[in-house]
């Protein structure tokens, strides 16, 4: 079965940085890509950063120069490490990865999120 919990957030000051955790179990971790997304309050839900399994990684604009997203394939981890954090980063976030099934469906996972505020 596939798991997937992110730990990490909290409250903190514009400006500030946070780094969140997603622990991955249930699957081959090592090829699977794991995306971050966020969804503020009243907003769709959004592309933070998509992790490929060789690390390489893209970001949204509105994160780049400030986010760095990472993986370690021998901890089933990824991490999104939030420098200069703005009050628009306020959102719950959470880790995402797809897993093509026996019938060849995708099928998506997500964790619960973990909630990130960025107020003064």
């Known amino acids: 079965q596939v798991q997937l919990v992110e730990s990490g957030g909290g409250l903190v000051q514009p400006g500030g940085s946070l780094r969140l955790s997603c622990a991955a179990s249930g699957i081959i971790f090592s090829t699977n890509v794991i995306t971050w997304y966020r969804q503020a309050p009243g907003k769709q839900r959004e592309v933070v950063a998509v992790?490929?399994?060789?690390?390489?990684?893209n970001y949204a604009d509105s994160v780049k120069g400030r986010f760095t997203a990472s993986r370690d394939n021998a901890k089933n981890m990824v991490y999104l490490k939030m420098n200069s954090l703005k009050p628009e980063d306020t959102a719950v976030y959470y880790c995402?990865?797809?897993?093509?099934?026996?019938?060849?469906?995708?099928?998506?996972?997500w964790g619960p999120g973990t909630q990130v505020t960025v107020s003064s």
């Open positions: 995402n990865t797809r897993v093509r099934g026996i019938d060849s469906r995708d099928y998506d996972y």
């Open positions: 992790i490929f399994s060789g690390g390489f990684v």
